[in-house]
């Protein structure tokens, strides 16, 4: 039969073709190392991750796998020292300025900045203080919304956003009714509050603040220095007082830098490869510190599957890979693979109270009403039951079996990152039902425990480790009195979104990633009436921030005495755990996971990269 | 009748049968097989548990604990339910849906057939997949939310087969003598064209009972399935995808959380694949052994 | 014939029309503070972030046919949006991914299809003896299996044991080529473009990562591309016409090329070409496993991360070819089946 010829013909196509395939092995030109035919190849670096960047403008950049990649491709006027987060090093400036050498003003409102000579941008450009000063005017200007620019904003000008300046100078209420004059006058002034003065740039700021070097080190995109001549050219800001308004508040993709970058760091932009989830890049040959040890570095980001990473790093295909923290235990004692746990992170979860919630048609509070079927609206505004809830939370199972170790019980608000800014024998909650009893008797004059009380836990899909956090409390919370009920309820992002911005939901579980390394970065979000995680606490919850913190917040800001602002935040610290505003679940730690032959990592708690590639080389040795 | 009998006779069926009947047991018996906690919903499975990396078999928990230490005994056993709920409810109202467009479609052809057809290919033209995805990303993960867009995207296919089915046999003989004897339309086609064409409908409905069940899982895969905690195999499958590949030296460490569930979905599909391939034989008078 | 190609295709906009307005009409259940969640990653990223001003920006908040309107007077503009979570535009993002999935089809249609046919055949020639039996049980265990759990275990066998078949498009060093200015792009299959370019050692490299997808969507198609080929084969042999010729004393041979090859592949070309359209559409799972970067695992991402732009810009593009080759089958039919007549 003719058929019988075509399964044959097909059938040997396929043998001879995966003869071939297996004998062809591997690529060309890589040798083989470590064992089962694992490749190596020293000059290319892949690091395989989980989640792509949103853009690579620095004016926009505000989450951790954009601002991994911008790490690479440009740098700041300073670094932190190695393996501290309050001193510096000098890095395109040459002089670490301080009240003591001269460069921070007395009052500690000018910071001079001396400029380094001789550093090569990747075009071949160099840099001059210009750049450094059109840097962070065009970023500043630019203020895209949802971007990290208010952290230069606040210090300089003392208001949130550009357009708040640009009201405030015209005095009006809304930016549609600031007139073309009062724009000018905004431009002037973001241009005035950041000067060349010869080889120096000096920043004028509002008000002193602390950790203004903080903001402007090394690890924080927004403050990285851009090619003043390069961006004209590719379309930004054209450095004039009055044309700023073209280029403010873009859309992410409109912006010059979106997916462009052109700086001075170790690696230069070879391609973004979007659809791919890629980015490549090559070693920058006029580094002014001399050439990165590896060539070529992708990053592939594209790769949402952990077994898939899993493999390409037990395989060689990788050098690193993104381990999130239930997956590290599979990598333990995996042949040829370094697994590093257990690293301090400026990073913590919480469970917000919200101490009024938005009844009206809300599905998570029951009844609306303290019967036994529900919660009445101002529920959590009760301190028993907020410290009742959190003697109720199982800390050390959620650790040991949850995060497998690698988090450690809270203090306050403030990390074990920043542990030298506080007491670590200050007090911490613990697991104990005997307590939570006693303050849930206590509450609402007995009502409570006579009458229980009904609410729903939503937690994020896909954050599971979440879901288990609202479960380990539900289990808690239920073995006090069966008349307490808690549900546990997953909730896309999306759905989630409105809910928790009505304020419905009863408690709201977040976590904090530090911005920058200095606990101001941790209290004002969480515990200031302005903050960040306020917002989530209704009017009552804000009135009792703003009566118990608001002043020890801005005390803490505007202290430059290095001992009395640890004295302010050990105080703060002490206060969250006895005021309980919101339950801390855990200080979370990180981890790496990479290839035996790369050698020179070391941990940077505030790095957003995972690995700062140019201190890294590939050796077999 | 005579077609029962003739299952039985079949080996093959008879397989399939005997595995179903188990399934129905399971189904019927799980409030005694796995009886859950007072007052709690019966399909959430119990947690023994918070850690994620799962237990293997003890003597308490006989089929050990999948990821986050969800009871996998419990999970396979209320699963049963589940994809029985799923499975047919979605089978009955696509075949219903297509059977009905489709004969309809067929039989009176003309401006009423044009309409129909386009209103099918607008349907058709929804990537399936993409289609459902679509849906449970707008309206949120959830059973009720996954089997909504399987029926209204799913029944397309047996609109057309019955469709053509019918054109053909359409143009049959004895089909044109009964018209022309003046036989009623509903006589025509619940008597000869409905039972002369519905038999492959049949053997694609009862095949896909399995594969909703699998298209399910593929949702819970994708994290658009049931909702966390759910009695579901597809679930309880992709709550094994992460140890699949147990340790380095290791490969196996794991077995349990894909073994278990994924024998349950396999022979389940398999039970009500293998009926209905050898219904298909059997109901086609044309085909003699 | 001519006339009814004709009104098929000038029913094309209405189709388009109906896709698209139904999924506007599922999307204007959500209400502007839902839509807005793309523009924030996650709930831990909403920081300083001025929702409200973003919903003025983007005219979140227009009724939906506003929205409907909006779109369709963009898309005569050849301009199908921005896609928020590709970080391109959808017409980039489509052209780019598209290839992917369609060598990914294409490798696999091919023994689909002859394999299905001919062990359906010879499945059906030979039908309720052991070889029937065997092909029949391994075409139902196969079909039985879910697809990303088959995927998995090709890729912990291919790639975890053997190492032979790694995950992805292409390897590092072969990426690195392709991104060079000396290799051209063609069509964006890297199979076809690296034989085109004579570079044989990426040739090899791309085909070594499509195959174990390619395998996975093999084993379940075929197993039910060897089904249909079956049921309708056996059909077509108790088929009067084949009794008669067989009766008349023909040989099995001309019986079966002759009178029944032909006609029990009529259902077939229906099958295979919902079997085309599902693998374009439905390869989303096995994109996952193998982390193979096409249209599939574009949509999935967009629908999760309700990327509204994305989602209706691929239906789009789905529901062309999807009433193209609804078409050509349709025509195909007719030619191959004289009973069916095209009005």
């Keep these: 039969m003719k058929g019988k010829v075509w399964l044959w013909l097909v059938i040997a196509l396929v043998v001879i073709g995966a003869g071939v395939l297996i004998w062809t092995g591997q690529a060309p030109k890589q040798e083989t190392g470590g064992a089962q035919g694992v490749k190596f190849d020293p000059n290319i670096f892949v690091f395989v991750g989980s989640g792509d960047a949103e853009t690579l403008d620095p004016s926009k950049a505000y989450d951790t796998a954009s601002s991994e990649i911008i790490f690479q491709y440009y740098e700041n006027l300073l670094a932190y020292k190695e393996g501290s987060l309050d001193e510096f090093v000098p890095m395109l400036a040459t002089e670490v300025p301080s009240v003591a050498n001269g460069l921070i003003s007395a009052d500690g409102k000018t910071y001079t900045f001396p400029i380094r000579k001789g550093v090569k941008f990747h075009n071949g450009a160099e840099l001059t203080p210009e750049d450094v000063e059109y840097s962070f005017e065009r970023n500043i200007l630019a203020d895209p919304t949802g971007g990290p620019m208010w952290m230069l904003i606040e210090p300089l000008f003392g208001v949130a956003t550009i357009k708040d300046l640009a009201c405030q100078i015209a005095g009006v209420d809304s930016f549609d009714q600031v007139n073309e004059a009062a724009l000018r006058a905004t431009g002037q002034r973001v241009m005035d509050a950041i000067e060349v003065d010869g080889d120096n740039v000096v920043f004028h700021l509002s008000t002193p603040y602390p950790p203004f070097l903080s903001i402007l080190a090394r690890n924080s995109s927004w403050s990285c220095i851009l090619n003043k001549e390069w961006m004209i050219a590719n379309g930004a800001w054209d450095g004039k007082a009055e044309t700023w308004t073209k280029w403010h508040d873009l859309p992410t993709e409109e912006q010059a830098l979106f997916e462009k970058a052109m700086g001075t760091g170790p690696y230069k932009q070879i391609e973004w490869d979007r659809s791919n989830s890629r980015h490549t890049m090559e070693a920058h040959a006029d580094y002014w510190r001399g050439p990165a040890a590896i060539k070529t570095v992708i990053v592939n980001n594209g790769v949402t599957e952990f077994n898939t990473r899993k493999l390409m790093l037990q395989k060689g295909e990788a050098d690193a890979i993104y381990v999130p923290v239930e997956n590290s235990p599979q990598l333990e004692g995996m042949e040829g693979v370094t697994l590093i746990r257990n690293l301090p992170r400026l990073n913590n979860v919480c469970a917000i109270f919200n101490q009024e919630i938005n009844a009206v048609d809300n599905e998570f509070v029951g009844s609306g009403k303290l019967d036994g079927n529900g919660i009445p609206p101002h529920f959590f505004s009760d301190i028993n039951i907020r410290k009742a809830f959190c003697y109720a939370f199982d800390y050390d199972s959620f650790i040991e079996q949850v995060v497998l170790g690698e988090a450690s019980v809270p203090y306050g608000v403030i990390p074990m990152g920043l542990s030298d800014f506080f007491d670590t024998n200050g007090p911490r909650y613990s697991y104990d039902l005997e307590k939570a009893e006693e303050y849930f008797k206590k509450a609402f004059g007995g009502e409570v425990w006579e009458k229980g009380f009904k609410l729903t836990l939503v937690w994020n899909i896909p954050n599971t480790t979440r879901k288990t956090a609202c479960e380990i409390l539900e289990h808690g919370i239920e073995s006090i009195n069966p008349k307490f009920q808690v549900e546990v309820q997953g909730m896309e992002w999306a759905t989630m979104l409105p809910r928790r911005r009505e304020g419905r939901l009863p408690m709201v579980f977040i976590g904090w990633l530090a911005d920058y390394a200095d606990p101001h970065n941790f209290v004002y979000p969480y515990v200031h009436s302005k903050g960040d995680f306020m917002a989530f606490t209704g009017e009552l919850g804000r009135k009792f921030a703003a009566a118990e913190f608001d002043e020890l917040v801005n005390a803490g800001i505007n202290e430059s005495d290095q001992a009395k602002r640890i004295a302010i935040y050990s105080e703060i610290q002490k206060k969250t755990i006895e005021l309980a505003p919101h339950l801390m679940l855990y200080d979370a730690y990180d981890r790496r996971a990479h290839r035996d032959w790369v050698k020179g990592f070391v941990f940077d708690p505030i790095c957003p990269a995972n690995y700062d590639f140019y201190a890294l080389s590939k050796s077999l040795d | 009748m005579n077609i029962f009998k003739r299952l039985l006779k079949n080996r093959i069926s008879l397989l399939g049968l005997i595995l179903l009947l188990c399934f129905v047991f399971v189904a019927i018996a799980a409030p005694w097989l796995a009886p859950p906690k007072e007052g709690s919903d019966p399909y959430r499975i119990p947690r023994r548990g918070w850690s994620l990396e799962p237990t293997p078999p003890t003597a308490q928990y006989p089929l050990g604990l999948t990821q986050g230490q969800y009871d996998i005994y419990y999970g396979l056993i209320w699963g049963t339910r589940t994809a029985f709920r799923v499975g047919i409810i979605v089978i009955t109202f696509r075949a219903l849906i297509g059977i009905i467009l489709g004969s309809i479609a067929a039989y009176y052809g003309g401006l009423l057939d044009e309409i129909l057809m386009r209103f099918t290919d607008i349907f058709m033209s929804f990537p399936y997949l993409i289609g459902v995805v679509v849906f449970v990303s707008i309206f949120g993960p959830g059973l009720n939310n996954v089997m909504i867009p399987l029926i209204a995207l799913g029944w397309m296919p047996y609109a057309r087969m019955i469709r053509g089915n019918i054109l053909a046999i359409k143009q049959e003989e004895y089909v044109l003598a009964a018209r022309a004897i003046g036989v009623s339309d509903f006589k025509i086609i619940t008597r000869h064209i409905l039972p002369n064409s519905i038999f492959p409908v049949l053997i694609q409905a009862s095949m896909q009972i399995g594969s909703i069940v699998i298209s399910v899982s593929a949702l819970s895969f994708l994290g658009l399935g049931a909702p966390e905690g759910y009695a579901d195999w597809g679930q309880m499958l992709s709550f094994a995808r992460n140890w699949m590949l147990g340790e380095q030296g290791n490969v196996l460490k794991y077995w349990f959380t894909v073994v278990y569930p994924g024998l349950a979905m396999v022979l389940f599909v398999l039970s009500w694949n293998l009926i209905g391939d050898a219904f298909r034989d059997i109901m086609d008078p044309r085909i003699q052994a | ?343």
């Design chain 3, 1 to 343: 014939m001519l006339s009814y190609i004709v009104r098929r295709l000038l029913f094309l906009p209405v189709v388009l029309f109906g896709v698209t307005a139904l999924i506007f009409a599922l999307i204007s259940t959500l209400g502007p503070w839902t839509r807005v969640a793309t523009f924030v990653p996650s709930p831990d990223a909403e920081r300083h972030v001025d929702l409200e001003a973003i919903i003025r920006k983007y005219n979140l908040d227009d009724p939906p046919l506003k929205m409907y309107l909006r779109w369709v007077k963009n898309l005569l503009q050849g301009n199908l949006g921005w896609s928020q979570s590709s970080h391109m535009t959808v017409t980039e993002a489509i052209a780019r991914r598209f290839p992917a999935t369609l060598e990914l089809t294409l490798f696999a249609v091919i023994p689909v299809i002859i394999g299905g046919i001919f062990l359906g055949v010879i499945s059906a020639l030979h039908h309720n003896k052991p070889l029937d039996h065997a092909t029949r049980i391994m075409a139902i265990t196969l079909w039985s299996m879910p697809d990303f759990v088959l995927g998995l275990a090709v890729l912990m066998v291919g790639f975890g044991v053997l190492g032979w078949f790694p995950p992805g498009r292409l390897s590092a060093w072969a990426e690195l080529e392709v991104l060079k200015e000396s290799f051209r792009s063609f069509t964006g299959m890297y199979t076809l473009d690296s034989l085109l370019n004579l570079r044989l050692d990426i040739f090899w490299d791309a085909l070594r990562h499509i195959i174990a997808p390619v395998f996975t969507l093999a084993c379940l198609w075929w197993a039910f591309m060897l089904r249909i080929t079956r049921s309708s084969m056996l059909d077509v042999l108790n088929q009067d016409y084949v009794r008669t010729a067989r009766a008349k004393g023909l040989s099995e041979k001309t019986v079966i090329k002759k009178h029944a090859l032909g006609n029990a592949l009529i259902p077939v070309t229906t099958v295979a070409s919902s079997m085309l359209l599902g693998l374009l559409g439905g390869v989303m799972i096995v994109e996952t496993v193998f982390n193979y970067p096409g249209l599939g695992l574009l949509t999935s991402t967009a629908a999760t991360r309700l990327d509204v732009p994305c989602v209706v810009g691929v239906a789009l593009f789905y529901a062309v070819i999807l009433v193209v080759v609804n078409l050509v089958v349709d025509v195909l039919y007719s030619i191959i089946d004289p009973r069916v007549r095209l009005e």
